[in-house]
Nanobody, 124 residues
Framework: QVQLVESGGGLVQAGGSLRLSCAAS????????MGWFRQAPGKEREFVAA????????YYVDSVKGRFTISRDNAKNTVYLQMNSLKAEDTAVYYC?????????????????WGQGTQVTVSS
């Protein structure tokens, strides 16, 4: 069982930056792939970024490539999402998720564990 708690969301102006954190419980964090998803108002939840167990393999949705960076610190049981050059369309609730596999997926059903979400609002 893994419990996930996100933090770091907030209100930022377009062009600004935020760093989201997701702290995981459990002693086997380094065996889980981790992902970030987001859900904007009136839209379905979508994949944003994912990292393999080591952080050596990362994946991004096209709309955030070059702006967002996923990273992890296995010693701290934490995964991060650094978001730069934020746009109004990045406004959403951001969720981190854990997959009981070293290798990440890009769809919701790949992930068994989810955090409660953190709101990111980008003002234009």
């Amino acid at each position: 069982q893994v419990q996930l708690v996100e933090s770091g969301g907030g209100l930022v102006q377009a062009g600004g930056s935020l760093r989201l954190s997701c702290a995981a419980s459990g002693r086997t964090f380094n065996s889980y792939a981790m992902g970030w998803f987001r859900q904007a108002p009136g839209k379905e939840r979508e994949f944003v970024a994912a990292s393999s167990w080591s952080g050596g393999n990362t994946y991004y949705v096209d709309s955030v490539k070059g702006r967002f960076t996923i990273s992890r610190d296995n010693a701290k049981n934490t995964v991060y999402l650094q978001m730069n050059s934020l746009k109004a369309e990045d406004t959403a609730v951001y969720y981190c998720a854990a997959r009981a596999s070293p290798w990440p997926g890009r769809i919701e059903r790949d992930y068994a564990y989810w955090g409660q979400g953190t709101q990111v609002t980008v003002s234009s």
